[in-house]
């Protein structure tokens, strides 16, 4: 042929064969450099497994879970860098040694994703509800079966986990709340775990403490449920805590934990820190693991890399600076146990013929990320037996004294659960003769069912005490029970001096966002301080519609949702 090629640093150049006498100019080569750097967005957030690549070369690399990357390039050439909803950057490397990136948001590239409802949509959606900014509201909305309550599911295991991956020492009061006992419960329910007795054969989704069976804590009085649900009756600690939260079980639980681990993992380890530190470092092994997956399947699928022709695979058998999407399925499938689940949940047709990053999400859902999520869970059990060891705080309910039991009972409850009615009550301490102190900014995360039902004055006290929200439900479904009339909101607001009659601009104002306790509820009222858009909406509406069959959904979207609602169950009455 009239092409030749050599091999410089594990690099392919591949050009056109030049005659001997082309070959006399000296030709001067160009030096490379080492380039280290971090890549963040607009926050100041790390971002993970961004794409870096040498410009017009295949040569690149992923940014790691703190966001950095090194790569040696030429010192003349130009760094590209991207990320699936952001805007591509490119730098000249020059002399400098380390680049400090930061990449914008691209809101075309989230409509389009997000409003499509594909897979990466949902992610990035995910990466919205988890990486929000402290005292925000991050809102998803649409009529139910289109799947809130399990997107909140993975909304609360995905928080888990990053939390132990990035400040293990702390573990997250997270709370789920709505507005009557019904919409809660239902929550709880899809909180049950599998508890075990053999400590010889334990399971990796069984409990590693005795005589648990869930992963919440419902935060109630009504006692003729305690034996269907793990209550904390009061701020006291009455119920579940009474019983569990004591040193005096210390011994008993280690003993337990460290069987189930030990007969799990194949290991002798005598105390719970070094189980602790072995799962730390098993979590963030998969983490990589996931990314690694992930930026294969986009990368193949958004073309940086098909192969197309000859060329681009001779390429490809020297030089290989990102995951294969072949390399990366084939090392999957080694493992039996997640080629067996990939087996029963493709032969739905829903999952045949899915794209690349679509088929990825799959298989980490049911693999990866499955087991990062029961780590995370035994991580925070072994937590609790350590936290319990040093517990000497008493009956006390100080400020410092009662944190602590709640960051102890959430590493053995990683949701507590319990209506606005009650859940103020619930987040007070008792110092200097007080003994209903609000425990602000007590709750890191405060997830909201329902959230149309609810009324402003109900949910506000319990928003007051939370950093950071997250709001599901529908403002097209059932209204809240309002408990005053308009004539009686205006009283209020006009002897408060906050609107002078109902025709005012400020009047309207307050109606039209949900501020009106006689007609707004918290979930059109949090629209209005949600920190991002989709198609120009605060929130993201999700789409896709399992529940019903095709008919009814067809009439839903004729008279209420314009056609936004996609059917996904068909007309076939199972």
């Known amino acids: ?56 070369t295949t040569n690149g690399t992923i940014t790691d879970i703190d966001g950095r990357f090194t790569l040696v390039v030429s010192e003349k050439s130009s760094l590209v860098f991207s990320y699936i909803g952001y805007l591509t950057q490119e730098m000249l490397v020059g002399k400098k040694t380390f680049l400090n990136v930061q990449l914008q948001e691209d809101n075309k590239t989230l409509d389009e994703v997000v409003g499509q409802q594909h897979i990466i949509g949902k992610d990035k959606l995910l990466y919205r509800a988890i990486k929000a900014d402290k005292l925000s509201s991050v809102i998803f909305y649409g009529p139910p079966g289109t799947g809130k309550t399990t997107f909140l599911q993975t909304v609360i ?113 005598q105390d719970e820190t070094k189980c602790r530190q072995f799962l730390r470092k098993e979590m963030q092994a998969l983490q990589k693991k996931i990314i690694l ?124 659960i319990s209506t606005f009615h009650s859940l103020p009550k619930y987040m007070t301490y008792a110092e200097n003769g007080k003994w209903d102190i609000p425990l602000y900014n007590g709750i890191d995360l405060l997830i909201v069912d329902e959230s149309g039902q609810v009324s402003p004055e109900l949910a506000v006290p319990s928003f007051s005490l939370a950093k950071q929200a997250i709001l599901v439900g529908d403002i097209q479904q059932i209204e809240p029970v309002w408990s005053i009339s308009d004539e009686y909101s205006f009283i209020n607001l006009k002897n408060l001096g906050i609107v002078s009659n109902q025709s005012s601009e400020k009047y309207r104002f307050l109606e039209n966002n949900g501020f009106l306790s006689s007609s707004g509820s918290i979930m059109k009222l949090a629209r209005k301080s949600c920190n991002f858009t989709v198609k120009g909406e605060k929130g993201a509406f999700l789409t896709e519609h399992r529940r019903c069959v095709d008919s009814i959904i067809a009439y839903c979207n004729d008279y209420v949702y314009h056609g936004r609602l996609l059917p996904k169950k068909g007309n076939e009455v199972k």
């Open 157 to 269: 295991a995905n928080r888990l986990a990053h939390n132990i991956l990035n400040n293990p020492e702390e573990p997250e009061i997270i709370v789920a709340s709505s507005a009557n006992n019904q919409a809660i419960t239902n929550i709880l329910k899809d909180f049950k775990a599998e508890t075990t007795n053999d400590t010889t054969h334990p399971r990796l989704s069984n409990r590693w403490l005795p005589e648990l069976d869930t992963l919440g804590l419902y935060l109630s009085g009504k006692k003729e449920l305690q034996q269907q649900y793990k209550m904390m009756f009061n701020p006291k600690g009455d119920g579940f805590p009474a019983a569990y939260d004591t040193p005096e079980r210390q011994e008993e639980y280690k003993q337990f934990y460290l069987q189930c681990f030990n007969n799990f993992f194949k290991k002798n380890y």
């Open 293 to 416: 997956c992930i930026q294969a399947a986009e990368t193949t699928e958004y073309g940086n890399r098909k192969e197309n022709n000859i060329l681009q695979k001779f390429i490809r058998k020297f030089h290989e600076p990102l995951p294969s999407y072949d390399k990366v399925i084939e090392q999957w499938t080694l493992t039996e146990e997640f080629k067996e689940r990939y087996e029963k949940i493709s032969s739905n047709p829903e999952y045949g013929n899915l794209p690349y990053t679509e088929d990825m999400a799959v298989r980490l859902d049911i693999s990866y990320r499955y087991q990062m999520f029961w780590y995370a869970i035994h991580y925070r059990e072994a937590e609790f037996i350590h936290r319990l060891s040093k517990c000497d705080e008493g009956k006390q309910r100080t400020q410092e004294a009662y944190t602590q039991r709640l960051k102890r009972l959430a590493c053995v409850m990683p949701v507590f």
């Open 1 to 56: 042929t009239d092409l030749e090629y050599h091999i410089r640093n594990r690099q392919v150049i591949i050009r056109k064969a030049i005659s001997r006498e082309e070959t006399r100019p000296i030709v001067m080569q160009q030096d490379k450099v080492t380039v280290k750097g971090i890549v963040t967005d607009a926050k100041g957030e790390a971002i993970i497994g961004a794409n870096i690549i040498e410009k017009g």
